[in-house]
């Protein structure tokens, strides 16, 4: 049985919460467009500092904005994540765009054709 430390705990929650937010429309700003997804959390051991890895579906125009709209609402956000999850002290947020998705789709398209071009 794996036992999860206190930072783990929190990285799941803050992910939770956050998606939930974003889902829900909670941040009022047009700038954030396409489909988001928090992808993954990382909570420093003192959790004050939190870096959230996000991916948008959609243009780079809409990928930009999303980032510039999250930063924006960084305030918004940690008072949320402080009321929803009762901790003491609202973590520093640090938005960074995940594009492991795209990368990977782009590595299964030149594969299949490299498949392709072997037939």
Do not use: W
Request: proline share 1%; glycine share 6%.
């Amino acid at each position: 049985m794996k036992s999860y430390n206190r930072s783990d705990r929190i990285s799941h929650q803050i992910k939770r919460e956050l998606s939930e937010i974003i889902q829900r429309n909670e941040i009022k700003d047009d700038r954030i467009g396409g489909l988001v997804s928090i992808t993954d959390v990382e909570v420093s051991g003192d959790l004050r500092n939190v870096k959230v890895f996000f991916s948008v579906y959609g243009e780079e125009a809409q990928k930009t904005g999303t980032l510039a709209a999250l930063e924006n609402a960084s305030g918004f956000l940690r008072g949320e994540l402080c009321r929803r999850l009762r901790i003491r002290f609202a973590p520093e947020l640090v938005f960074k765009l995940d594009d492991s998705l795209e990368r990977g789709d782009r590595i299964t398209e030149l594969l299949e054709k490299i498949k392709r071009e072997e037939l």
